[in-house]
Structures are given as C-alpha cells and as structure tokens.
C-alpha cells in the first residue's frame, strides 16, 4: 500500500520560511515524479511544483519559481518543499502526490497517490 505523509507545516509570518517533508513508503520512490499542490478552500488543488523521477530536475508554477525549491532523497524515499519568502497569499493545505506521468504533468488529475496534507499559514 502506498503511503505518503506530510510533515512540517505551521505558522510563519511573512517572509519567513518552512520546509516541508514527504516520507513515502510502500512504492519505488525512484521510479515516480514526485510534486507538491495546495488548496485553500473553496478552490481546485494547485500545482506549486515537482522533481522528475529521472534526473531529478524540477519545474515550478509561476507563483513558486524563485521562492521555492524542491528536492528529493531516494535513499530515505523523501521530498522536500523549501519554501522562502512566504507570502500570506501561500496559506493553504500543502499535498505531496506521486505520479508516472511523463513530462511536466501540472494537472491534479494526472497524479495517482496522494497525502493527507499539511497546513502552512503566513501571517501578515
């Protein structure tokens, strides 16, 4: 059974940062893309960014780029979401979700597994 679990939300004020974790279990974390969406409620899932499977190069949505970096460990089957600069606009439940999907897949519908999500709230 595949299993994937947040870690390391909380408040921050603004332009304070966080680092998220995703332990994963239960899948050959090598083998799938690994991303990051949020949500805040009464909006569709976000796409913030990923790692690829192979190679490891990332790609971001425009509200990420710059402020943001992804990463991934495969020997602990873990990702991590770096985030700076937060902004209040960037509260929400972070997901982490994984995908064989080739490409860039952005799409909420294109990822298979998901977590149960963190919440990050930025104060102003």
């Known amino acids: 059974q595949v299993q994937l679990v947040e870690s390391g939300g909380g408040l921050v004020q603004a332009e304070g940062s966080l680092r998220l974790s995703c332990a994963t279990s239960?899948?050959?974390?090598?083998?799938?893309?690994m991303g990051w969406f949020r949500q805040v409620p009464g909006k569709e899932r976000e796409f913030v960014g990923a790692v690829r499977r192979s190679g490891g190069s990332t790609y971001y949505a425009d509200s990420a780029k710059g402020r943001f970096a992804i990463s991934r460990d495969n020997a602990k089957n873990t990702m991590f979401l770096q985030m700076n600069y937060l902004k209040p606009e960037d509260t929400a439940v972070y997901y982490c979700?994984?995908?064989?999907?080739?490409?860039?897949?952005?799409?909420?519908?294109?990822?298979?597994?998901w977590g149960q999500g963190t919440q990050v709230t930025v104060s102003s």
């Open positions: 239960g899948h050959t974390f090598s083998s799938y893309t």
């Open positions: 979700a994984a995908t064989v999907a080739i490409g860039s897949p952005r799409s909420a519908s294109l990822w298979r597994y």
